[in-house]
């Protein structure tokens, strides 16, 4: 196995092998520069197998010399959201107008500066509360997917 950086002309492969996962999500636009990662694994040349019934379909690498790609890893940046604020500072109603403004500058920076999406993990002690405040302001609780983290400091090799 290898792995490359992707091209363009791998477009078709990884639109494929997307399809055949069968997951109800619009195949990514690569060219999107919040993608900052785009790997692809391919099959060292003359250690392809036939294949699945089926995988014919797979179009081919433009180069014959890269492999057959049977995989692909893509990194897309997002935002993880901090919110500090004095809990004892002010009355609850001048925290929430300083939660507003803040937020409302932070979404215009976000989309200012091209990204997609911001997450926000809440702590359990506030996430019920502080949680609807949130879906006030628009945001919403995902659980249609299972989050998992992959920390890549403080590991040793």
Same mark, same amino acid.
């Given at each position: 196995?290898?792995?490359?950086?992707?091209?363009?002309?791998?477009?078709?492969?990884?639109?494929?092998?997307?399809? /055949?996962?069968?997951?109800?999500?619009?195949?990514?636009?690569?060219?999107?520069?919040?993608?900052?990662?785009?790997?692809?694994?391919?099959?060292?040349? !003359?250690?392809?197998?036939? %294949? /699945?019934? !089926?995988?014919?379909?797979?179009?081919?690498?433009?180069?014959?010399?890269? %492999?057959?790609?049977?995989?692909?890893?893509?990194?897309?940046?997002?935002?993880? /959201?901090?919110?500090?604020?004095?809990?004892?500072?002010?009355?609850? @109603?001048?925290?929430?107008?300083?939660?507003?403004?803040?937020?409302? /500058?932070?979404?215009?920076?976000?989309? +200012?500066? !091209?990204?997609?999406?911001?997450?926000?993990?809440?702590?359990?002690?506030?996430?019920?509360?502080?949680? @609807? @405040?949130?879906? +006030?302001?628009?945001?919403?609780?995902?659980?249609?997917?299972?989050?998992?983290?992959?920390?890549?400091?403080?590991?040793? !090799?």
């Amino acid at each position: 196995m290898i792995v490359r950086e992707y091209q363009p002309e791998d477009l078709e492969a990884l639109r494929a092998l997307h399809a /055949a996962q069968g997951f109800a999500y619009p195949f990514p636009d690569l060219g999107d520069p919040l993608f900052v990662t785009r790997l692809v694994l391919a099959e060292k040349p !003359g250690n392809q197998s036939p %294949g /699945a019934p !089926g995988e014919e379909n797979l179009q081919r690498d433009a180069s014959a010399a890269q %492999g057959r790609i049977v995989g692909a890893a893509l990194l897309r940046l997002t935002a993880e /959201a901090y919110l500090l604020l004095d809990p004892r500072e002010g009355t609850p @109603r001048e925290r929430w107008t300083r939660l507003l403004t803040l937020h409302a /500058a932070t979404e215009g920076d976000a989309r +200012r500066r !091209g990204l997609e999406d911001v997450h926000a993990w809440l702590p359990p002690a506030i996430a019920g509360k502080f949680g @609807r @405040r949130l879906a +006030r302001l628009g945001w919403v609780r995902d659980d249609a997917w299972t989050p998992y983290c992959k920390r890549l400091s403080g590991e040793s !090799g």
